[in-house]
């Protein structure tokens, strides 16, 4: 509907829309390309200056860490060997730490190589003595025998409290170790942490902490603490993060919010620090910048549209003129045939040139309607013949199956006169008997008018197309042939699904069914096949009916399929065929009742199949 609609606009209105979209695609590929070379810079530098600002916060906690670790560690070379056996002393030396105590909002701890709580501060009554050595903080410093910051894990010093130890052994004066000095950090307390949680990014960016086993130290949300931070393939960028990314990039949470993802991981321990900016919020300028290109490029548009149509319309109304001339062309005789030429530029060169051409078509004119005449009348002649011939063709055949329908009659008719005669010369006939012998010799003078009628009436032209029952038609057919193909020993199965009617001329239609049966029946004689079979299936589709002829003679060769219709066409020798029965039929069906005749090999045969 839509290309109709453009076929049948004007001249001017095309080169309109033409220009106005060639300079519209210009525009907008142009446009499209710098504003996704922008959008990619644009994206490009927020993801740097995202990184740079989370390697800056990673660095910060490194140093913090490193801070606290040193100071720890320092401590941990001035522990007396006797607070190890003394749990008082050992009591009151870690109450004097203010200094380390002011970093470990989780308390300080002093642990014996065995892993046994010998004391701790802020004091806790009960806990003195407690083996803690299933701890990771404890077992991996044991067997390192170096300082160690460890993934978070439930306190019992603060119950119930996220937090992490951060560990520094403790030496002997030959340096082997003997005790551990430990320092918690409360992760829902008020240190360096837990402060990250609180530090913002935009609106709703936030930042976030986790270990290498995707636990989350870190989180504004305190309840995820401790918890996954995504199922693997769930958040593309936190995988990567894991195998050793750092940078940033987009990508969607577990909460299926885009996010712009910066990553970095920390040197003091294996901890992973990322910052989420919500995508909606980082590109809102770019997205804002998208809209407004888009209503500035429709803007520019509509207004190169107008100027291009009046532009267009005032250039070409010589053309419109010229083209409403052709338009009513017909119309016209002699001069007024002729377009004035009002100008020497392309459109007064094409208005000189097509009086010229309107000239010579109109001398032209009349001969060639004299030629087509004669070529119409000789066509005509031509094919009149060929049907006149056909319809010869088709009456030898008929006469051929008159013969074979009257032989066996004649040869009972000739049975009764031999019997009367026999009956005579004995001298024992009667007139009863006789009476009876030429009832029997009427009947069979009856059967054989009713055939002349039958094969008459089926060769009778139709003047009008009109409904028929294809069914009776096979019938019919079948009739005619039926003694010719019972002394070849030709089989004819018949499937049909009921009635099946159809709208042309059912003499013709015969013919074509006759011709198609003749064929496969010269072709089982041709090729002597073994018990010959020709199937007729009936059915109907799509509001035609359908027939198909099905015979097991071998087929067509694929070489000559193509030429089958063809007029004069045949395979056979010139006293057996004309090679004008398949042409002819193909003009029964196809011009003469608008159906359509085709041909095909099937595994045994050849299959021709009527659709009307």
């Given at each position: 509907?839509?290309?109709?609609?453009?076929?049948?606009?004007s001249?001017?209105?095309?080169?309109s829309?033409?220009?106005?979209?060639?300079?519209?695609?210009?525009v907008t590929?142009?446009?499209y390309?710098?504003?996704?070379?922008?959008e990619?810079?644009?994206?490009?530098?927020?993801?740097?200056?995202?990184?740079?600002?989370?390697?800056?916060?990673?660095?910060?906690?490194?140093?913090?860490?490193?801070?606290a670790q040193?100071?720890?560690?320092?401590?941990?070379?001035?522990?007396?060997?006797?607070c190890?056996?003394h749990p008082?002393?050992?009591?009151?030396f870690?109450d004097?730490q203010?200094g380390?105590?002011?970093?470990?909002?989780?308390?300080?701890?002093?642990?014996?190589?065995?892993g046994?709580?010998i004391?701790?501060?802020?004091?806790?009554?009960?806990?003195?003595?407690?083996d803690?050595s299933?701890?990771?903080?404890h077992?991996?410093?044991?067997a390192?025998?170096?300082p160690?910051i460890?993934d978070?894990?439930?306190s019992?010093?603060?119950?119930g409290?996220?937090?992490?130890?951060?560990?520094a052994?403790?030496?002997?004066?030959?340096g082997?170790m003997?005790?551990i000095?430990?320092?918690?950090?409360?992760?829902l307390g008020?240190?360096?942490?837990?402060?990250?949680?609180?530090?913002?990014?935009?609106?709703a960016?936030y930042?976030?902490?986790?270990?290498?086993?995707?636990?989350?130290?870190?989180?504004?949300?305190?309840s995820?603490?401790?918890?996954?931070?995504?199922?693997p393939g769930v958040n593309?960028?936190?995988?990567?993060a894991?195998?050793?990314?750092?940078?940033s990039?987009e990508t969607v949470?577990?909460?299926?919010?885009?996010?712009?993802?910066?990553?970095?991981?920390?040197?003091?321990?294996?901890?992973i620090?990322?910052?989420?900016?919500?995508?909606s919020?980082?590109?809102?300028t770019?997205?804002?910048?998208?809209?407004?290109?888009?209503l500035?490029?429709?803007?520019?548009?509509?207004?190169?549209?107008?100027?291009?149509?009046?532009?267009?319309r005032?250039l070409?109304?010589?053309?419109a003129a010229?083209?409403?001339?052709v338009?009513h062309?017909?119309?016209?005789?002699?001069?007024?045939?002729?377009?004035?030429v009002?100008?020497?530029?392309?459109v007064?060169v094409?208005?000189?040139?097509?009086?010229?051409?309107v000239?010579t078509?109109?001398?032209?004119?009349?001969?060639?309607?004299e030629?087509i005449?004669l070529a119409?009348?000789?066509?005509?002649?031509k094919d009149?013949?060929?049907?006149?011939?056909?319809?010869?063709?088709?009456?030898?055949?008929m006469f051929n199956?008159?013969?074979?329908?009257?032989?066996?009659?004649?040869?009972?008719?000739?049975?009764?006169?031999?019997?009367?005669?026999?009956t005579?010369?004995?001298?024992e006939?009667?007139?009863?008997?006789?009476n009876?012998?030429?009832?029997?010799?009427?009947?069979v003078?009856m059967?054989?008018?009713?055939t002349?009628?039958?094969?008459?009436?089926f060769f009778r032209?139709?003047k009008?197309?009109?409904?028929?029952?294809?069914?009776k038609?096979?019938?019919?057919?079948l009739?005619?042939?039926a003694?010719?193909?019972?002394?070849?020993?030709?089989?004819?199965?018949?499937a049909?699904?009921?009635d099946?009617?159809?709208?042309?001329?059912?003499n013709?239609?015969?013919?074509?069914?006759?011709?198609?049966?003749?064929?496969?029946?010269d072709v089982f004689v041709?090729?002597n096949?073994?018990k010959p079979?020709?199937?007729?299936?009936?059915?109907?589709?799509?509001?035609?009916?359908?027939?198909?002829?099905?015979?097991?003679g071998?087929?067509?060769?694929?070489?000559?399929?193509?030429?089958?219709f063809?007029?004069?066409?045949?395979t056979?020798?010139?006293?057996?065929?004309t090679?004008?029965?398949?042409?002819?039929s193909?003009?029964?069906?196809?011009?003469?009742?608008?159906?359509?005749?085709?041909?095909r090999?099937?595994a045994?045969?050849?299959e021709?199949?009527?659709?009307?």
């Amino acid at each position: 509907m839509l290309a109709a609609y453009f076929k049948n606009i004007s001249l001017k209105t095309k080169v309109s829309l033409t220009v106005t979209l060639l300079f519209f695609l210009f525009v907008t590929s142009a446009s499209y390309l710098a504003l996704l070379y922008s959008e990619q810079k644009f994206k490009e530098y927020i993801f740097t200056q995202q990184f740079s600002l989370v390697t800056c916060l990673a660095n910060n906690i490194d140093d913090k860490l490193r801070i606290a670790q040193d100071a720890l560690i320092a401590v941990a070379a001035t522990v007396p060997e006797d607070c190890l056996t003394h749990p008082d002393l050992g009591q009151a030396f870690l109450d004097r730490q203010t200094g380390i105590m002011s970093i470990f909002d989780n308390g300080i701890f002093l642990l014996s190589y065995q892993g046994r709580l010998i004391a701790e501060s802020p004091y806790l009554p009960n806990r003195r003595g407690r083996d803690i050595s299933f701890r990771d903080f404890h077992r991996i410093t044991v067997a390192t025998g170096k300082p160690f910051i460890s993934d978070p894990y439930v306190s019992t010093h603060n119950p119930g409290h996220p937090a992490i130890n951060v560990t520094a052994p403790i030496l002997d004066k030959q340096g082997k170790m003997i005790a551990i000095l430990a320092g918690g950090l409360d992760l829902l307390g008020e240190n360096f942490l837990a402060e990250l949680s609180k530090v913002k990014i935009g609106n709703a960016g936030y930042h976030f902490l986790i270990a290498n086993n995707r636990t989350l130290i870190v989180h504004p949300d305190k309840s995820r603490i401790m918890k996954s931070v995504a199922a693997p393939g769930v958040n593309k960028l936190i995988d990567l993060a894991l195998q050793g990314f750092e940078g940033s990039g987009e990508t969607v949470t577990s909460y299926g919010i885009p996010m712009l993802t910066s990553i970095k991981r920390l040197r003091m321990t294996s901890w992973i620090l990322g910052a989420n900016f919500p995508a909606s919020e980082a590109f809102a300028t770019l997205n804002t910048t998208k809209h407004y290109f888009g209503l500035a490029t429709l803007l520019a548009s509509s207004i190169l549209l107008l100027v291009s149509w009046l532009a267009t319309r005032r250039l070409m109304s010589p053309l419109a003129a010229m083209t409403r001339h052709v338009e009513h062309l017909q119309e016209k005789t002699g001069t007024a045939r002729q377009i004035k030429v009002v100008s020497t530029d392309e459109v007064g060169v094409l208005a000189t040139a097509f009086n010229t051409m309107v000239d010579t078509l109109d001398r032209q004119h009349e001969s060639m309607k004299e030629r087509i005449h004669l070529a119409v009348a000789e066509i005509r002649q031509k094919d009149q013949m060929l049907i006149q011939q056909g319809r010869f063709v088709a009456m030898g055949e008929m006469f051929n199956n008159i013969a074979h329908q009257w032989r066996q009659p004649l040869n009972n008719i000739g049975l009764i006169l031999q019997n009367i005669q026999l009956t005579c010369e004995d001298g024992e006939i009667d007139a009863k008997a006789l009476n009876k012998e030429l009832e029997s010799a009427m009947e069979v003078v009856m059967h054989m008018s009713h055939t002349i009628d039958d094969f008459r009436n089926f060769f009778r032209q139709d003047k009008e197309k009109q409904e028929f029952v294809v069914n009776k038609v096979i019938t019919n057919s079948l009739e005619i042939v039926a003694a010719i193909l019972e002394s070849q020993a030709i089989r004819v199965d018949i499937a049909a699904q009921g009635d099946v009617t159809a709208t042309g001329y059912q003499n013709e239609y015969g013919q074509v069914l006759l011709n198609i049966l003749a064929n496969a029946r010269d072709v089982f004689v041709e090729r002597n096949i073994e018990k010959p079979c020709i199937t007729i299936t009936l059915g109907s589709e799509n509001g035609r009916s359908v027939l198909s002829i099905r015979d097991n003679g071998g087929g067509i060769p694929e070489e000559i399929m193509p030429k089958i219709f063809d007029p004069y066409f045949t395979t056979k020798d010139k006293s057996m065929g004309t090679g004008i029965g398949l042409y002819m039929s193909k003009v029964i069906i196809e011009n003469n009742m608008n159906g359509r005749l085709t041909a095909r090999n099937s595994a045994e045969g050849a299959e021709f199949i009527i659709e009307v």
